[in-house]
């Protein structure tokens, strides 16, 4: 029984270094952030990128004049901002994608989403790399749960990368290592 516990043990700490370890942190608009000024691209900047499930993806922008909101499909398409998923207002949040397929972000500022400032975030259904036109018939994925109500900022939607924890994905899965060492020891 003690093996089973063992050998049990292992395989969820080597599952959880290799989804922390292939997590990719990603900055909406890279060096602009998200903004409606200096005519950024953002459907150019989300195709360009693979992303995967646990990626976290970092809105930066000025709190007073942007905001970030997580709608539907069809909410994106026709810059409704009436009722989002969810809304981010602090200026520096972070979303890590937790279900495959489409997450639509706007910002809900008048006229903004309409010059551009929205983005779908694709994570492919099938590993492949995604198309740079999405299907017309792709359904979006389950809303991101959120920890706060619309238009109230928390520090609990907010994803420490390891870039802000200044260790590096190496030095990640050796303390895990080091960590499933003292455990299995111990047992």
Same mark, same amino acid.
């Given at each position: 029984?003690?093996?089973?516990?063992?050998?049990?043990?292992?395989?969820?700490?080597?599952?959880? @270094?290799?989804?922390?370890?292939?997590?990719?942190?990603?900055?909406?608009?890279?060096?602009?952030?998200?903004?409606?000024?200096?005519?950024?691209?953002?459907?150019?900047? !989300?195709?360009?990128?693979?992303?995967?499930?646990?990626?976290?993806?970092?809105?930066?922008?000025?709190?007073?004049?942007?905001?970030?909101?997580?709608?539907?499909? !069809?909410?994106?398409?026709?810059?409704?901002?009436?009722?989002?998923? !969810?809304?981010?207002?602090?200026?520096?949040?972070?979303?890590?994608?937790?279900?495959?397929?489409?997450?639509?972000?706007?910002?809900?500022?008048?006229?903004?989403?309409?010059?551009?400032?929205?983005?779908?975030?694709?994570?492919?259904?099938?590993?492949?790399?995604?198309?740079?036109?999405?299907? !017309?018939?792709?359904?979006?994925?389950?809303?991101?749960?959120?920890?706060?109500?619309?238009?109230?900022?928390?520090?609990?939607?907010?994803?420490?990368?390891?870039?802000?924890?200044?260790?590096?994905?190496?030095?990640?899965?050796?303390? @895990?290592?080091?960590?499933?060492?003292?455990?299995?020891?111990?047992?």
């Amino acid at each position: 029984m003690e093996l089973v516990e063992r050998t049990l043990a292992i395989h969820v700490l080597l599952a959880l @270094m290799l989804q922390v370890i292939d997590a990719t942190v990603y900055e909406v608009g890279d060096a602009a952030g998200w903004t409606n000024v200096g005519n950024v691209n953002y459907k150019k900047w !989300a195709a360009t990128k693979n992303f995967q499930l646990g990626d976290t993806v970092i809105f930066e922008y000025n709190a007073p004049f942007h905001n970030v909101m997580r709608v539907t499909r !069809a909410m994106y398409r026709a810059c409704n901002t009436s009722a989002p998923v !969810a809304t981010y207002t602090t200026g520096n949040d972070s979303i890590t994608i937790r279900t495959r397929g489409h997450h639509y972000f706007i910002c809900g500022k008048s006229g903004h989403c309409e010059a551009g400032q929205k983005v779908d975030i694709n994570v492919p259904r099938d590993h492949q790399v995604p198309a740079s036109s999405p299907s !017309a018939s792709t359904p979006p994925s389950p809303p991101v749960p959120s920890d706060k109500s619309p238009g109230q900022p928390s520090q609990k939607n907010r994803a420490m990368s390891l870039q802000e924890l200044k260790i590096s994905p190496g030095n990640l899965a050796l303390a @895990m290592a080091a960590l499933a060492t003292l455990v299995l020891g111990s047992a």
